[in-house]
């Protein structure tokens, strides 16, 4: 079906701790994936993608992991900070298509 | 680089008025995309618009309608508001179909 779900809508860590989001897609012809970050009041800002030929890939702070096997997208917060409490949404994008479908979000806070 | 811009931010208005949003998108990005953000359905896609051509169209009713400009600018139109057309529009450029879509702060519509 036309769904990108999350495991958990809340997660809570301490701040520099690491944080890890996690994301189930239904689209096996899915090829691109991209996490989203959206602070309350703002759109959605781009965090990290990755390609359907790719695995992994890391960012400043943040690294993407991908399992095609399981249909699995997971992002990976390092030293987590106040600034990143914020929902998180993955997306896919279906093969041939260019709009995007979304997940359900994430909220992610951060506890001093 | 300037940003994607949307306007207005905020717009109040009443059941079966229509009302036009406007969005312009990253210097030298041909592509915009739309995006409604509610509480009970998330991100969910309205259009996307190419080269002044409507591309891909999400399952959304006839009356949301919407065109891009020569200048790659886009607007998206609702008419016969309702109730339920509350909510948080979205706009995303990208460079081409199939690159990164990048968000702009969205346009709080309420209709009452």
């Known amino acids: 079906g036309e769904s990108v779900g999350l495991h958990l809508p809340t997660l809570s860590v301490q701040e520099g701790d690491n944080s890890i989001i996690n994301c189930a897609y239904s689209?096996?012809?899915?090829?691109?994936f991209i996490w989203y970050k959206q602070e309350s009041g703002k759109g959605p800002q781009f965090i990290i993608d990755i390609r359907s030929n790719m695995d992994k890939r890391q960012g400043q702070r943040v690294t993407v992991l991908l399992n095609k096997t399981v249909k699995h997208l997971s992002l990976q917060i390092a030293a987590t900070q106040p600034g990143d409490s914020a929902v998180y949404f993955c997306?896919?994008?279906?093969?041939?298509?260019?709009?995007?479908?979304f997940g359900q979000g994430t909220r992610l806070t951060i506890n001093p | 680089k300037a940003g994607v811009t949307q306007t207005p931010r905020y717009l109040i208005k009443t059941r079966g008025q229509q009302v036009t949003l406007s969005c312009s998108p990253i210097s030298g990005h041909r592509s915009v995309s739309w995006y409604q953000q509610t509480p009970g359905q998330g991100l969910q896609f309205l259009f996307e618009?190419?080269?002044?051509?409507?591309?891909n169209k999400g399952n959304f009713p006839g009356r949301f309608s919407g065109r891009q400009f020569s200048n790659s600018r886009s607007e998206m139109n609702v008419s016969t508001l309702e109730l339920g057309d509350s909510a948080l529009y979205l706009c995303a450029s990208s460079r081409g179909q199939g690159d990164t879509q990048y968000f702009g702060p969205g346009t709080r519509l309420t209709v009452l």
């Open positions: 997306a896919e994008k279906w093969q041939g298509a260019q709009k995007l479908v």
């Open positions: 618009y190419f080269s002044e051509t409507q591309r």
């Open positions: 689209n096996s012809a899915s090829d691109y």
